[in-house]
Protein backbone atom coordinates (compact mmCIF):
# COMPACT_ATOMS: atom_id res chain seq x y z
CA UNK A 1 0.00 0.00 0.00
CA UNK A 2 1.33 3.61 -1.18
CA UNK A 3 -0.48 6.76 -0.20
CA UNK A 4 0.17 9.98 -2.00
CA UNK A 5 -1.03 13.53 -1.84
CA UNK A 6 -1.35 14.96 -5.64
CA UNK A 7 -1.90 18.96 -5.66
CA UNK A 8 -2.64 20.46 -9.36
CA UNK A 9 -2.62 24.00 -9.91
CA UNK A 10 -2.03 25.71 -7.41
CA UNK A 11 -0.81 29.16 -8.29
CA UNK A 12 1.12 30.78 -5.15
CA UNK A 13 1.03 34.31 -5.01
CA UNK A 14 -2.06 34.89 -6.98
CA UNK A 15 -4.58 36.80 -4.97
CA UNK A 16 -8.46 35.39 -5.29
CA UNK A 17 -10.37 37.38 -7.91
CA UNK A 18 -14.56 38.40 -7.49
CA UNK A 19 -14.68 39.12 -3.47
CA UNK A 20 -17.21 40.77 -1.75
CA UNK A 21 -15.55 43.68 -0.49
CA UNK A 22 -16.15 42.78 3.03
CA UNK A 23 -14.09 40.11 3.04
CA UNK A 24 -10.95 41.59 0.53
CA UNK A 25 -9.20 41.45 4.38
CA UNK A 26 -9.68 37.78 5.15
CA UNK A 27 -7.94 37.69 1.30
CA UNK A 28 -5.09 36.48 2.54
CA UNK A 29 -6.76 33.49 4.67
CA UNK A 30 -8.78 32.26 1.43
CA UNK A 31 -5.94 32.13 -1.04
CA UNK A 32 -3.83 29.35 -2.32
CA UNK A 33 -1.26 30.01 0.30
CA UNK A 34 -4.12 28.79 2.85
CA UNK A 35 -5.11 25.89 0.74
CA UNK A 36 -0.87 24.98 0.46
CA UNK A 37 -0.95 24.72 4.46
CA UNK A 38 -4.34 22.82 4.46
CA UNK A 39 -2.37 20.32 2.00
CA UNK A 40 0.10 20.13 3.90
CA UNK A 41 -1.63 19.32 7.24
CA UNK A 42 -3.97 16.58 5.15
CA UNK A 43 -0.46 15.29 3.93
CA UNK A 44 0.44 14.57 7.91
CA UNK A 45 -2.97 13.54 8.87
CA UNK A 46 -3.14 11.05 6.11
CA UNK A 47 0.23 9.48 6.50
CA UNK A 48 1.00 9.63 3.03
CA UNK A 49 4.24 8.39 1.83
CA UNK A 50 5.02 11.40 -0.98
CA UNK A 51 3.59 14.50 -1.90
CA UNK A 52 3.24 14.95 -5.87
CA UNK A 53 2.48 18.80 -7.75
CA UNK A 54 1.75 18.72 -10.79
CA UNK A 55 2.85 22.16 -11.81
CA UNK A 56 1.65 26.17 -11.62
CA UNK A 57 2.99 25.56 -8.13
CA UNK A 58 3.95 29.72 -8.28
CA UNK A 59 1.97 32.36 -10.27
CA UNK A 60 5.00 33.89 -11.86
CA UNK A 61 8.77 34.06 -12.62
CA UNK A 62 9.61 36.90 -10.40
CA UNK A 63 7.03 35.59 -6.90
CA UNK A 64 10.64 33.45 -6.04
CA UNK A 65 10.08 35.30 -2.76
CA UNK A 66 6.38 35.36 -2.57
CA UNK A 67 6.43 31.81 -2.54
CA UNK A 68 9.21 31.01 -1.33
CA UNK A 69 8.05 31.79 2.58
CA UNK A 70 4.82 29.68 2.76
CA UNK A 71 5.95 26.97 0.53
CA UNK A 72 9.41 26.37 2.34
CA UNK A 73 7.26 26.77 5.57
CA UNK A 74 5.56 23.51 4.33
CA UNK A 75 7.65 21.67 2.73
CA UNK A 76 9.79 21.99 5.96
CA UNK A 77 6.49 20.31 8.01
CA UNK A 78 6.40 17.73 5.26
CA UNK A 79 10.26 16.95 5.54
CA UNK A 80 10.32 16.60 9.70
CA UNK A 81 7.09 13.82 8.79
CA UNK A 82 9.50 12.41 6.72
CA UNK A 83 7.49 13.29 3.40
CA UNK A 84 9.47 13.87 0.39
CA UNK A 85 7.89 16.17 -2.42
CA UNK A 86 7.97 15.74 -6.04
CA UNK A 87 7.34 18.44 -8.43
CA UNK A 88 7.26 19.03 -12.12
CA UNK A 89 7.39 22.80 -13.82
CA UNK A 90 3.98 23.97 -15.70
CA UNK A 91 4.13 27.13 -17.97
CA UNK A 92 3.76 29.21 -15.22
CA UNK A 93 6.67 28.11 -12.75
CA UNK A 94 8.85 26.92 -15.59
CA UNK A 95 11.99 29.16 -14.44
CA UNK A 96 10.82 29.95 -10.80
CA UNK A 97 10.40 26.00 -9.89
CA UNK A 98 13.47 24.92 -10.54
CA UNK A 99 15.28 27.66 -8.34
CA UNK A 100 12.52 26.62 -5.77
CA UNK A 101 14.10 23.22 -5.88
CA UNK A 102 17.50 24.34 -5.39
CA UNK A 103 17.20 26.52 -2.44
CA UNK A 104 14.49 23.54 -0.98
CA UNK A 105 16.55 20.21 0.10
CA UNK A 106 12.90 18.21 0.42
CA UNK A 107 11.44 19.57 -2.97
CA UNK A 108 12.43 17.39 -5.76
CA UNK A 109 12.19 18.69 -9.88
CA UNK A 110 11.38 15.69 -11.62
CA UNK A 111 12.38 15.83 -15.39
CA UNK A 112 14.02 19.39 -15.51
CA UNK A 113 14.45 20.71 -18.83
CA UNK A 114 12.15 18.70 -20.61
CA UNK A 115 13.67 15.02 -20.32
CA UNK A 116 11.41 12.33 -18.51
CA UNK A 117 12.70 11.41 -15.14
CA UNK A 118 11.57 8.45 -12.59
CA UNK A 119 11.17 9.28 -8.84
CA UNK A 120 10.33 6.20 -6.34
CA UNK A 121 7.70 6.65 -3.70
CA UNK A 122 6.93 3.53 -1.50
CA UNK A 123 6.10 1.01 -4.17
CA UNK A 124 5.05 3.92 -7.13
CA UNK A 125 7.53 4.74 -9.47
CA UNK A 126 6.52 8.80 -10.38
CA UNK A 127 7.72 9.60 -13.99
CA UNK A 128 7.58 13.08 -14.62
CA UNK A 129 8.59 15.87 -17.70
CA UNK A 130 9.09 19.28 -16.55
CA UNK A 131 8.51 22.29 -18.95
CA UNK A 132 12.15 23.69 -20.27
CA UNK A 133 10.69 26.78 -21.37
CA UNK A 134 6.82 28.74 -21.32
CA UNK A 135 5.98 27.42 -24.43
CA UNK A 136 6.56 24.29 -25.80
CA UNK A 137 4.60 22.97 -28.82
CA UNK A 138 6.37 19.57 -29.17
CA UNK A 139 4.19 16.82 -27.82
CA UNK A 140 6.18 15.58 -24.48
CA UNK A 141 4.92 12.31 -24.98
CA UNK A 142 6.87 11.92 -28.65
CA UNK A 143 9.89 11.39 -25.66
CA UNK A 144 8.03 9.05 -23.25
CA UNK A 145 10.37 6.42 -22.11
CA UNK A 146 10.09 2.33 -23.36
CA UNK A 147 9.13 0.71 -19.52
CA UNK A 148 9.74 -2.98 -19.30
CA UNK A 149 6.81 -3.19 -16.71
CA UNK A 150 4.36 -0.64 -16.18
CA UNK A 151 2.97 -1.76 -13.32
CA UNK A 152 2.91 0.78 -10.15
CA UNK A 153 3.92 3.61 -12.81
CA UNK A 154 2.41 6.84 -12.31
CA UNK A 155 2.72 9.87 -14.78
CA UNK A 156 2.89 13.41 -13.29
CA UNK A 157 2.96 15.93 -16.04
CA UNK A 158 1.50 19.61 -16.88
CA UNK A 159 0.18 19.60 -20.47
CA UNK A 160 -2.67 20.67 -22.92
CA UNK A 161 -4.84 17.54 -23.39
CA UNK A 162 -6.22 17.28 -27.22
CA UNK A 163 -5.56 20.37 -27.64
CA UNK A 164 -3.01 19.79 -31.10
CA UNK A 165 -1.83 23.25 -31.43
CA UNK A 166 -1.57 24.27 -28.27
CA UNK A 167 1.54 25.64 -27.14
CA UNK A 168 1.84 24.34 -23.48
CA UNK A 169 2.65 20.96 -24.07
CA UNK A 170 0.12 19.33 -26.47
CA UNK A 171 -1.21 15.98 -25.46
CA UNK A 172 -3.94 13.50 -26.60
CA UNK A 173 -5.98 11.50 -24.49
CA UNK A 174 -5.51 8.40 -26.66
CA UNK A 175 -1.62 8.55 -26.45
CA UNK A 176 -2.19 8.82 -22.13
CA UNK A 177 -3.94 5.80 -22.36
CA UNK A 178 -1.60 3.87 -24.61
CA UNK A 179 1.24 4.36 -22.11
CA UNK A 180 -0.54 1.44 -20.30
CA UNK A 181 0.74 3.30 -17.01
CA UNK A 182 -1.39 3.15 -13.40
CA UNK A 183 -2.84 6.85 -13.97
CA UNK A 184 -2.36 10.08 -15.23
CA UNK A 185 -2.04 13.05 -12.62
CA UNK A 186 -2.37 16.46 -14.70
CA UNK A 187 -1.70 20.00 -14.38
CA UNK A 188 -2.83 23.07 -16.14
CA UNK A 189 -6.50 23.14 -16.41
CA UNK A 190 -8.38 24.54 -13.10
CA UNK A 191 -11.70 22.40 -14.19
CA UNK A 192 -11.19 18.71 -12.42
CA UNK A 193 -11.69 15.82 -13.76
CA UNK A 194 -13.29 12.70 -11.92
CA UNK A 195 -10.51 10.67 -11.83
CA UNK A 196 -12.59 7.72 -11.26
CA UNK A 197 -12.68 3.87 -12.16
CA UNK A 198 -9.32 1.49 -11.44
CA UNK A 199 -7.07 3.65 -13.60
CA UNK A 200 -7.54 7.66 -13.03
CA UNK A 201 -6.46 9.61 -16.11
CA UNK A 202 -6.92 13.68 -15.40
CA UNK A 203 -6.61 16.70 -14.44
CA UNK A 204 -6.34 17.68 -10.94
CA UNK A 205 -7.22 20.81 -11.15
CA UNK A 206 -6.58 24.16 -9.17
CA UNK A 207 -6.57 22.78 -5.50
CA UNK A 208 -8.35 26.78 -4.58
CA UNK A 209 -10.89 28.67 -6.53
CA UNK A 210 -8.63 31.60 -8.70
CA UNK A 211 -11.70 32.57 -10.11
CA UNK A 212 -15.41 32.67 -9.65
CA UNK A 213 -15.57 31.09 -12.78
CA UNK A 214 -14.14 27.78 -10.97
CA UNK A 215 -17.03 26.94 -9.48
CA UNK A 216 -17.38 23.55 -7.73
CA UNK A 217 -15.17 21.70 -4.52
CA UNK A 218 -11.61 22.33 -4.83
CA UNK A 219 -8.69 20.82 -3.19
CA UNK A 220 -5.96 18.16 -3.58
CA UNK A 221 -6.84 14.36 -4.19
CA UNK A 222 -5.44 11.60 -2.38
CA UNK A 223 -4.18 8.53 -4.56
CA UNK A 224 -3.78 5.52 -2.98
CA UNK A 225 -2.09 2.12 -4.37
CA UNK A 226 -2.98 -1.11 -3.45
CA UNK A 227 -0.45 -3.39 -5.25
CA UNK A 228 -2.60 -3.48 -8.09
CA UNK A 229 -4.41 -0.18 -9.27
CA UNK A 230 -4.70 3.18 -7.83
CA UNK A 231 -7.71 4.85 -6.51
CA UNK A 232 -7.97 8.99 -6.44
CA UNK A 233 -10.25 10.73 -3.93
CA UNK A 234 -10.66 14.25 -3.96
CA UNK A 235 -10.61 16.16 -0.57
CA UNK A 236 -12.21 19.59 -0.34
CA UNK A 237 -10.47 21.48 1.44
CA UNK A 238 -9.99 24.82 -0.33
CA UNK A 239 -10.84 27.65 2.17
CA UNK A 240 -13.07 29.22 -0.37
CA UNK A 241 -15.28 28.32 -3.32
CA UNK A 242 -17.66 29.56 -5.31
CA UNK A 243 -21.25 27.58 -6.13
CA UNK A 244 -23.94 28.14 -8.93
CA UNK A 245 -27.08 27.12 -7.79
CA UNK A 246 -30.73 28.09 -9.31
CA UNK A 247 -33.35 29.93 -7.60
CA UNK A 248 -37.09 29.39 -9.23
CA UNK A 249 -38.88 32.64 -8.29
CA UNK A 250 -42.28 31.07 -9.15
CA UNK A 251 -43.81 31.44 -5.97
CA UNK A 252 -42.56 34.70 -4.47
CA UNK A 253 -44.71 37.33 -4.52
CA UNK A 254 -42.61 40.17 -4.68
CA UNK A 255 -39.19 41.75 -5.24
CA UNK A 256 -38.81 41.82 -1.20
CA UNK A 257 -39.48 37.87 -1.54
CA UNK A 258 -35.83 37.71 -3.27
CA UNK A 259 -33.62 38.15 -0.55
CA UNK A 260 -35.02 35.71 1.52
CA UNK A 261 -34.79 33.45 -1.65
CA UNK A 262 -30.84 34.03 -1.90
CA UNK A 263 -30.88 32.77 1.99
CA UNK A 264 -32.63 29.87 1.77
CA UNK A 265 -30.73 28.45 -1.61
CA UNK A 266 -27.68 29.31 0.23
CA UNK A 267 -28.62 27.71 3.44
CA UNK A 268 -30.09 24.82 1.61
CA UNK A 269 -26.41 23.99 -0.35
CA UNK A 270 -24.51 24.81 3.14
CA UNK A 271 -26.68 22.02 4.29
CA UNK A 272 -25.83 19.67 1.77
CA UNK A 273 -21.91 20.88 1.24
CA UNK A 274 -21.94 19.78 5.21
CA UNK A 275 -23.46 16.61 5.22
CA UNK A 276 -20.59 15.32 2.59
CA UNK A 277 -17.45 17.07 4.20
CA UNK A 278 -16.56 20.06 6.30
CA UNK A 279 -17.13 22.55 3.70
CA UNK A 280 -15.36 25.42 3.00
CA UNK A 281 -14.91 28.82 4.86
CA UNK A 282 -16.59 30.77 2.72
CA UNK A 283 -18.55 30.39 -0.51
CA UNK A 284 -19.34 32.83 -3.47
CA UNK A 285 -22.81 32.26 -5.13
CA UNK A 286 -23.81 32.12 -8.41
CA UNK A 287 -27.26 32.87 -8.84
CA UNK A 288 -29.90 31.95 -11.70
CA UNK A 289 -32.95 33.09 -11.24
CA UNK A 290 -35.34 31.14 -13.41
CA UNK A 291 -38.97 30.03 -13.19
CA UNK A 292 -42.09 32.09 -13.71
CA UNK A 293 -41.65 35.54 -12.36
CA UNK A 294 -45.20 37.60 -11.49
CA UNK A 295 -42.82 41.13 -10.76
CA UNK A 296 -40.82 40.52 -14.00
CA UNK A 297 -40.76 44.02 -15.08
CA UNK A 298 -39.16 44.97 -11.04
CA UNK A 299 -36.72 42.34 -11.40
CA UNK A 300 -33.92 43.18 -13.33
CA UNK A 301 -33.42 45.89 -10.25
CA UNK A 302 -34.01 43.88 -7.25
CA UNK A 303 -31.53 41.63 -8.75
CA UNK A 304 -28.83 44.84 -9.21
CA UNK A 305 -30.02 46.04 -5.79
CA UNK A 306 -29.59 42.41 -4.41
CA UNK A 307 -26.11 42.15 -5.78
CA UNK A 308 -24.44 45.50 -5.28
CA UNK A 309 -26.03 45.86 -1.43
CA UNK A 310 -25.96 42.19 0.44
CA UNK A 311 -23.34 42.11 3.10
CA UNK A 312 -21.83 38.21 3.72
CA UNK A 313 -23.96 36.14 6.04
CA UNK A 314 -22.95 33.63 8.45
CA UNK A 315 -24.39 29.71 7.52
CA UNK A 316 -23.42 27.76 10.80
CA UNK A 317 -19.77 27.98 10.11
CA UNK A 318 -19.59 29.11 6.63
CA UNK A 319 -19.81 32.75 5.40
CA UNK A 320 -21.75 33.38 2.19
CA UNK A 321 -21.97 36.25 -0.47
CA UNK A 322 -23.76 36.99 -3.44
CA UNK A 323 -21.11 37.16 -6.57
CA UNK A 324 -23.36 37.05 -9.42
CA UNK A 325 -26.41 36.87 -10.44
CA UNK A 326 -28.57 35.81 -13.98
CA UNK A 327 -32.00 36.40 -15.18
CA UNK A 328 -33.02 33.45 -16.56
CA UNK A 329 -36.97 33.52 -15.83
CA UNK A 330 -39.37 32.56 -18.07
CA UNK A 331 -41.25 35.82 -19.44
CA UNK A 332 -44.00 33.53 -21.14
CA UNK A 333 -46.90 36.12 -20.96
CA UNK A 334 -44.69 39.10 -22.09
CA UNK A 335 -43.74 36.94 -25.05
CA UNK A 336 -46.37 37.21 -27.18
CA UNK A 337 -46.53 40.65 -27.11
CA UNK A 338 -43.13 41.61 -27.59
CA UNK A 339 -43.19 39.21 -30.50
CA UNK A 340 -45.33 41.59 -32.09
CA UNK A 341 -42.77 44.15 -32.54
CA UNK A 342 -39.69 43.83 -35.52
CA UNK A 343 -36.91 45.02 -33.20
CA UNK A 344 -34.22 43.14 -31.84
CA UNK A 345 -36.45 42.02 -29.01
CA UNK A 346 -39.37 41.44 -31.10
CA UNK A 347 -37.11 39.13 -33.25
CA UNK A 348 -36.01 37.48 -30.70
CA UNK A 349 -39.41 37.06 -28.65
CA UNK A 350 -40.46 35.36 -31.99
CA UNK A 351 -37.82 32.70 -31.81
CA UNK A 352 -38.67 32.07 -28.28
CA UNK A 353 -42.25 31.16 -28.69
CA UNK A 354 -41.29 29.04 -31.48
CA UNK A 355 -38.41 27.28 -29.63
CA UNK A 356 -41.30 26.80 -26.72
CA UNK A 357 -43.69 25.10 -28.92
CA UNK A 358 -42.71 21.80 -30.61
CA UNK A 359 -45.21 21.65 -32.94
CA UNK A 360 -44.57 24.92 -34.53
CA UNK A 361 -43.80 24.35 -38.24
CA UNK A 362 -40.35 26.11 -37.88
CA UNK A 363 -39.29 24.44 -34.45
CA UNK A 364 -36.96 21.49 -36.21
CA UNK A 365 -35.33 23.97 -38.47
CA UNK A 366 -34.05 26.46 -35.47
CA UNK A 367 -33.27 23.20 -33.33
CA UNK A 368 -30.82 22.11 -36.98
CA UNK A 369 -29.29 25.52 -37.21
CA UNK A 370 -28.08 25.81 -33.75
CA UNK A 371 -27.40 22.16 -33.45
CA UNK A 372 -23.58 22.53 -35.26
CA UNK A 373 -22.67 25.31 -33.38
CA UNK A 374 -23.68 24.31 -30.29
CA UNK A 375 -21.75 20.75 -30.67
CA UNK A 376 -18.99 22.83 -31.73
CA UNK A 377 -18.83 23.74 -27.99
CA UNK A 378 -19.70 20.74 -27.04
CA UNK A 379 -16.53 19.21 -28.11
CA UNK A 380 -14.57 21.93 -26.22
CA UNK A 381 -12.18 20.41 -23.45
CA UNK A 382 -14.16 22.14 -20.45
CA UNK A 383 -16.84 20.08 -21.35
CA UNK A 384 -14.97 16.68 -22.53
CA UNK A 385 -16.34 14.53 -19.82
CA UNK A 386 -19.70 15.04 -20.61
CA UNK A 387 -21.67 13.59 -23.52
CA UNK A 388 -21.09 15.65 -26.67
CA UNK A 389 -24.03 14.27 -28.55
CA UNK A 390 -26.41 16.70 -28.45
CA UNK A 391 -30.55 15.61 -28.71
CA UNK A 392 -32.96 17.76 -29.47
CA UNK A 393 -34.49 18.44 -25.76
CA UNK A 394 -30.92 19.19 -24.81
CA UNK A 395 -30.56 21.99 -27.35
CA UNK A 396 -34.11 23.42 -27.15
CA UNK A 397 -33.38 23.73 -23.23
CA UNK A 398 -30.17 25.77 -24.16
CA UNK A 399 -31.63 28.07 -26.85
CA UNK A 400 -34.33 28.54 -24.38
CA UNK A 401 -32.11 29.87 -21.59
CA UNK A 402 -29.84 31.23 -23.58
CA UNK A 403 -32.59 32.81 -25.39
CA UNK A 404 -34.38 34.20 -22.20
CA UNK A 405 -31.02 35.95 -21.06
CA UNK A 406 -30.30 37.59 -24.01
CA UNK A 407 -34.28 39.43 -23.98
CA UNK A 408 -33.68 40.32 -20.18
CA UNK A 409 -30.13 42.03 -21.12
CA UNK A 410 -31.79 43.96 -24.48
CA UNK A 411 -35.07 45.25 -22.06
CA UNK A 412 -32.57 45.89 -19.43
CA UNK A 413 -30.99 48.00 -21.53
CA UNK A 414 -34.10 49.82 -23.50
CA UNK A 415 -35.09 51.01 -19.89
CA UNK A 416 -31.64 52.55 -19.03
CA UNK A 417 -31.93 54.29 -22.07
CA UNK A 418 -36.08 56.03 -21.76
MN1 LIG B 1 -0.50 25.92 -16.71
Redesign the pocket.
Known amino acids: MTRLLAVG ?1 LHLGRTPSALHPDLQARRAELGPEAAWTRCVTAAIDQAVDGVVMA ?2 VVERSRDLLVAYGDLRQGIDRLAAAGIPVVAVA ?3 DTLVLPRLAAEIDNLQLLGAGGSWQERRIGQLRILGWSFPRRHVRRDPLKDFPALDDAAGVVGLL ?1 C ?1 RDQRDSA ?1 APVSSRDLERTGIAGWLL ?3 HQPDPLQGPRPIGYLGSVSALRASETGPRGPWRIDWNGHQLEATHLALAPLRFSALEIDLSDLDGPDDLAAAALDAGRRHVRTLLAATDGPDVIGLRLTLTGRCCFEHRLAEAAEQLLAESRPWQEGPVQLFIQHLLIATDPAHDLERLARQSDPCGLLAQRLLILQDTSHADHARLIEQARPHLADAAGRREFQALDTELDESEIRHWLIQAGRIALHQLLAQKQTRR
Open positions: DGDGNHHDYGHI
